[in-house]
Nanobody, 116 residues
Framework: QVLLVESGGGLVQAGGSLRLSCAASGRAVGTYFMGWFRQGPGKERDFVATISWNGSTTYYADSIKGRFTISGDNVKKTLDLQMNSLKPEDTAVYYC?????????WGQGTQVTVSS
């Protein structure tokens, strides 16, 4: 079982920045691929970014590439998402995700609202 707790969401004006954090705990959490997803109003949950715990592998959705940066601390077992140049279309609930080939876990989500 893996427990994921997100923090750092809030309200920001377009062009602003926010940093999301996810604290991960549980058995063998260091063996999972970690990532961020988001679900906008009336939309499906979409992939944002993913990273391996050693930081050697990262992938980003095209919609946020160059604006968001994912990072992880393998000692503290924390996962961050630095979001810059935010746009109103980035408004969503952001979820932390831990997964392997067999199972996936989700956090409770944190709301990000970008005003125009």
């Amino acid at each position: 079982q893996v427990l994921l707790v997100e923090s750092g969401g809030g309200l920001v004006q377009a062009g602003g920045s926010l940093r999301l954090s996810c604290a991960a705990s549980g058995r063998a959490v260091g063996t999972y691929f970690m990532g961020w997803f988001r679900q906008g109003p009336g939309k499906e949950r979409d992939f944002v970014a993913t990273i391996s715990w050693n930081g050697s592998t990262t992938y980003y959705a095209d919609s946020i590439k160059g604006r968001f940066t994912i990072s992880g601390d393998n000692v503290k077992k924390t996962l961050d998402l630095q979001m810059n140049s935010l746009k109103p279309e980035d408004t969503a609930v952001y979820y932390c995700n831990a997964r392997n080939l067999a199972v996936g876990y989700w956090g409770q989500g944190t709301q990000v609202t970008v005003s125009s």
